[in-house]
């Protein structure tokens, strides 16, 4: 069965870094692009950016640059969100999701998403 | 960007009436959209994606269609597992988002 599984919400203190996970499961992440989207509190979706595991060939939206940093441990299946410089804008829920490489059909996982509260 | 304009925002039905969603995308993405579904939980599903395929698994009350740059996903015989949020996503360029519909019971 194919899962994504997050890692715990988080609270963190302005100006901190945060490192979120994405243990996947039924399959290798190796053969999906793993993506990472952000949803303040009663708002819409915003994507954040890819990482292909293979090579770790990485691609950022633009408003993300220096904020995220997405690797992954082909070892552990995992994927990771690092923020950084957190402020109260960063407070959101962080989902990733998987794309197969090759193909045109993205976004049919999603994890559960991991809630961050960025407040001191 | 391409910027994906959904409508309505919010939308009150009830219990079995045929309910339709839009986005208009503000360039040509050629069929590249999908649809999802965020329940109350947070959970995240894709319905359909290529403007009308239906995910494995999806009842068939729901569908997609398109129409020039307007793609839209339609619900028949709404059930009470159909109130949600939902939003378009497209993937001809850098992923967007539609603003999303929360689709409320009457």
């Known amino acids: 069965e194919v899962q994504l599984q997050q890692s715990g919400a988080e609270l963190v203190r302005p100006g901190a870094l945060v490192k979120l996970s994405c243990k996947a499961s039924?399959?290798?992440?190796?053969?999906?692009?793993m993506h990472w989207v952000k949803q303040r509190p009663l708002q819409g979706l915003e994507w954040i950016g890819w990482i292909d595991p293979k090579n770790g060939y990485i691609v950022y939206d633009p408003k993300f640059q220096g904020k995220a940093n997405i690797t992954t441990d082909t070892s552990s299946n995992t994927a990771y969100l690092q923020l950084s410089n957190l402020t109260s804008e960063d407070t959101a829920v962080y989902y990733c999701a998987r794309w197969e490489i090759s193909t045109v059909v993205p976004f049919d996982y999603w994890g559960q998403g991991t809630t961050l509260t960025v407040s001191s | 960007d391409i910027q994906m304009t959904q409508s309505p925002s919010s939308l009150s039905a009830s219990l079995g009436e045929r309910v339709s969603l839009t986005c208009r995308a503000s360039q040509e993405i050629s069929g590249y959209l999908s649809w999802l579904q965020q329940k109350p939980d947070g959970s995240i599903k894709r319905l359909i994606y290529?403007?009308?395929t239906l995910d494995s698994g999806v009842p068939k009350r729901f569908s997609g269609s398109r129409s020039g740059s307007d793609y839209s996903l339609t619900i028949i015989s709404l059930e009470s597992e159909d109130f949600a949020d939902y939003y378009c996503?497209?993937?001809?360029?850098?992923?967007?988002f539609g603003g999303g519909t929360k689709l409320e019971i009457k």
């Open positions: 290529a403007a009308s």
């Open positions: 996503l497209q993937y001809a360029s850098y992923p967007t």
């Open positions: 039924g399959f290798n992440i190796k053969d999906y692009y």
